[in-house]
């Protein structure tokens, strides 16, 4: 809980005691590997904050899963859009490895913002983040290479090349399995 403090503290630029009233209204879960946290068809009514493990936020098409995101440990997740608009979810947010994390339900959220004017900042911090990270996300897709967009991603988080196996990051790249394996292959033996 110390490094979900820590990193909600640097965020947000929260004090000690703002950081304890936010996280007083989550509750902690334990999700298992391949177990979802937000099913399709269903409204967003909750947000989580991943302590560890990591998710995936997956459309399915056709019957192919077309993998929009990843998160992972200090990291938000949520349907963002069904929690908006109150619109069925039309992804499904699924473990990739067993996780804890904190949730807070929409409830929980609308008390603290309504006792505490700062809760409102975040929320409009949020939404600023969450503009900007699918701003280069959308940018990203239409101008980067996949190698280009590999490293983005596993810049975010060091381990994550190991922790996702290749058709996943295929996935969240558009581009196929042999693809990634071309990337990786051209990486460790310095071509890129």
């Known amino acids: 809980m110390n490094n979900i403090k820590n990193s909600i ?15 007083s209204e989550f509750n902690k879960e334990k999700i298992k590997k391949n177990e979802v946290f937000i099913a ?20 399915n098409k056709n019957g192919n899963e077309i993998i929009e ?24 947010i699924r473990c990739i490895e067993d996780t804890t994390v904190y949730v807070i ?10 006792l505490y004017p700062f809760i409102r900042d975040m929320a409009r911090k949020m939404n600023e983040m ?8 959308v940018k990203s897709l239409l101008l980067d290479t996949p190698a280009e967009r590999y490293l983005q ?10 922790r996702l196996p290749q058709y996943l990051i ?17 990486m460790s033996t310095g071509h890129y």
Do not use: W
């Not at 995101?69 to 938000?76: D, H, M, T």
């Not at 969450?130 to 996300?137: E, G, I, M, V």
């Open 9 to 23: 503290r640097t965020l947000f630029n929260l004090s000690e005691e703002e950081v304890t009233i936010f996280l």
């Open 40 to 59: 399709e068809g269903g409204v967003c009514h909750k947000i989580g904050l991943i302590e560890s493990g990591l998710m995936m936020c997956v459309y």
């Open 69 to 92: 995101e990843f998160a992972f440990e200090n990291s938000f997740i949520t349907n963002y859009y069904s929690y908006l608009t109150f619109k069925p979810s039309q992804k499904e």
């Open 105 to 114: 339900t929409r409830p929980g959220l609308d008390k603290l913002g309504t």
């Open 130 to 137: 969450l503009f900007l990270r699918n701003h280069d996300r």
């Open 153 to 162: 991603l596993i810049s975010q988080k060091k381990d994550l090349a190991q």
């Open 170 to 186: 295929a996935s969240y790249l558009g581009v196929a399995p042999e693809t990634v394996s071309r990337i990786r292959n051209k």
